[in-house]
Nanobody, 124 residues
Framework: QVQLAESGGGLVQAGGSLRLSCAAS????????MGWFRRAPGKERELVAT????????YYADSVKDRFTISRDNAKNTMYLQMNSLKPEDTAVYYC?????????????????WGQGTQVTVSS
């Protein structure tokens, strides 16, 4: 199994930036694609961004394109999400998840091994 731990969330004003991290441990050799999801209050979980360790493909939801950047350090088994120009509608609990799939565009239902989440709150 793989264990995931997110960090880096917090409270920021609109227009500000945050950098989230997701550290993976355990059977990390089974990981191909890593992804960030978020769940806002009263809303369903949303796929935010993914990055493949095999193909290098990255995917962004339209709502975060040109503001968020996903990256990963395979040597450290860590994935990052740099979030710039944050908006109040970005407020959510952010989760990381993994899949062995290389399907592109990514299929959210293929992801598992969820972390505990990190809260991001953007004030207006």
């Amino acid at each position: 199994q793989v264990q995931l731990a997110e960090s880096g969330g917090g409270l920021v004003q609109a227009g500000g930036s945050l950098r989230l991290s997701c550290a993976a441990s355990g059977r990390t050799f089974s990981i191909n694609t890593m992804g960030w999801f978020r769940r806002a209050p009263g809303k369903e979980r949303e796929l935010v961004a993914t990055i493949s360790g095999t193909t290098g493909n990255v995917y962004y939801a339209d709502s975060v394109k040109d503001r968020f950047t996903i990256s990963r350090d395979n040597a450290k088994n860590t994935m990052y999400l740099q979030m710039n120009s944050l908006k109040p509608e970005d407020t959510a609990v952010y989760y990381c998840a993994i899949t062995s799939s290389i399907t592109y565009p990514p299929n959210p239902t293929h992801f598992g091994s969820w972390g505990q989440g990190t809260q991001v709150t953007v004030s207006s």
